[in-house]
DNA sequence: TTGTAGGCGTTATCAA
DNA sequence: TTGATAACGCCTACAA
């Protein structure tokens, strides 16, 4: 491994001077920059990070944290979509990024912890939020910039990216009334995570504001129990009144909800129309019916919350938030009435 | 940022003893020992990792090269899967794992370059094989340890995981022929990846061995090319004579290939049978019918990958390969003849 | 069992 | 415009 002074030696020059010439420093006659260039070219002399970064106490890195387990995480198409806009962003400014990984919440901690105060990264990025996780306690306490993919309860001094979840199923619940449907169901998702509070929150709303009453018998709140998800479903399909639509909070989830349906003999879209979101391909479009669902831009809430991460880092601005927008994508899953 | 001086300083002994402790080192009195931890505790110490790989040459962390383009890879439900396979085995280990970007060849390599030759991994997982990628050169030439999940062409001192292709591809065919198929297509995938020339090889062997004839009429090469793909599926389907079985490379081509046998008015199984590679999920359980298709155990290619990267880091072992089993994963895309 | 001193590869400060 | 020198935080002979 060919060091700065092994230049610098066979450049009849001092270290130092290398090491200017390697951050380009004005004060270096172009001469000896050229000269000290070739030869770090032929000797092929690359800059060791470990040794810079313990100087400049910046690594250049910024760490990943997926809701744990991994596992599950690349299950939903979701995840990787924001990792490559992670990807991209943080390529695009010369960042690396590292994963966080552990299986359960303790791991996870431990992972962040030994990555934030082993000082491997800069800074770094949740890709969701959850409440009372305790992850996010810990993000505060060893002071660490950070951003959210999420909308977090707490607002003062967090950096987050998200998208208008209210205003979405708002929109998308105004899109189904305006196609003739009165009664519309939803399944909520865990109420733990705030993307899903603000979707249901959403869904209120557009009842409310249309004069439509709510019915918890056909809003469904269990989910990611497949088991307990399939019969609550049905229980909903099969109350007093079948509603003629659903909301559903999670394209996967409204997978599922197809699948029950047809098993109980209704049509789609003719008896129960669905819309979606995530927009999940190829997914949507393979299905049949295609799902009509909400696109929500993951790669671009990925793409953001890195800008924003470093902006705060590079001391260029105080914390906020970045707010992407969503569009109903139409397909076949839903019908006029 | 607590280091280990003031440690040292507030035990009221020196630098190098406190060091000791960390590495648990024999030649000190546990008592010492004890006193040192109970101190590190309360001064919140966690050990800076730069300054550590500084002197110890070593990072605890792998370098993962997915693709060019990010974008494209996670496209596919295969490297999600990869990755979660890689980040459990390197966490097991207590590694790290850093992922390369690039969105072109020539960035891919930068990206590679500087992981490597900055010192930032200790060794290098490629998720997948392109012949003639030049990213294999590059590898070769930084000598860092690495491993390939996928079949190199020369295997001579390189570490690879890989399913048998020609075996899989060889038992598909062999699957449709005992269901007394004897017109079998085949989808054929870009023949740059060893994968799908492996595919291919065990598919002729199969027909061979079954003596049936080879009919390049209904072997289609193109691939990711949307367009290009589609008309050549077209013409595989019209041919003198329709196949009454495909195998297909990628469940991804084999949603397309059932778009457009249907869109011709086939009907699957009953018209075309269809075998496909990667058990994608839930993309195989969703479609209609549901697609028989060879599990390939993405995560287990990942998590191998890393385990005989670190027997070769570790100097355990010399390079060598390691080999993952598939099965067929029956569902409706087939039927008897 | 513990301490001293030097070094890992860079950068930054202060002189020259 | 350049060179010494110290420092970043840690590890490891070599001494004691």
Redo the contacts with the bound molecule.
């Keep these: 491994?060919v060091?700065?002074?092994e230049i610098?030696k066979k450049a009849?020059?001092?270290?130092?001077?290398?090491?200017?010439v390697?951050?380009d420093?004005?004060?270096?006659?172009d001469?000896?920059?050229k000269k000290i260039r070739k030869i770090m070219e032929e000797m092929d002399?690359?800059?060791?990070v470990?040794?810079?970064s313990?100087?400049?106490?910046a690594t250049k890195t910024i760490g990943i944290i997926m809701p744990y387990s991994t596992e599950k995480a690349f299950a939903n198409p979701f995840f990787p979509e924001v990792l490559r806009g992670i990807s991209k962003a943080a390529n695009n400014h010369g960042y690396f990024i590292l994963l966080s990984s552990g299986d359960t919440e303790k791991e996870q901690i431990e992972s962040l912890y030994s990555l934030v105060r082993g000082s491997r990264v800069d800074g770094v990025i949740v890709t969701y939020f959850k409440i009372d996780d305790p992850i996010f306690q810990q993000l505060k306490k060893i002071k660490v910039p950070f951003s959210i993919i999420g909308r977090p309860l707490k607002l003062k001094g967090i950096n987050y990216v998200d998208n208008d979840n209210v205003k979405a199923a708002y929109k998308a619940v105004k899109f189904l009334i305006d196609r003739g449907h009165r009664r519309i169901g939803l399944i909520r998702g865990s109420s733990d995570f705030t993307v899903f509070v603000d979707r249901y929150e959403g869904y209120k709303k557009a009842l409310e504001d249309k004069g439509l009453a709510l019915d918890e018998e056909i809003i469904v709140s269990n989910r990611f129990e497949q088991e307990g998800g399939c019969r609550s479903m049905k229980k909903m399909l099969k109350s007093s009144q079948t509603p003629s639509a659903v909301l559903v909070t999670d394209d996967l989830i409204a997978f599922d909800l197809m699948r029950v349906a047809k098993e109980l003999g209704y049509k789609i879209p003719d008896d129960i129309s669905i819309v979606s979101f995530n927009n999940t391909m190829p997914l949507c479009e393979l299905s049949s019916p295609p799902l009509t669902s909400i696109e929500i831009h993951p790669y671009k809430l990925g793409f953001n919350a890195v800008e924003i991460l470093l902006e705060e880092i590079k001391g260029k601005r105080k914390p906020g938030k970045k707010v992407i927008e969503t569009e109903i994508v139409h397909r076949k899953s839903v019908c006029e009435k």
């Design positions: 491994m060091t700065i002074k610098a009849g020059v001092s270290p130092s001077t290398v090491s200017r390697i951050s420093n004005s004060r270096i006659s001469e000896t920059k002399y690359y800059p060791n470990m040794a810079r313990l100087v400049s106490k």
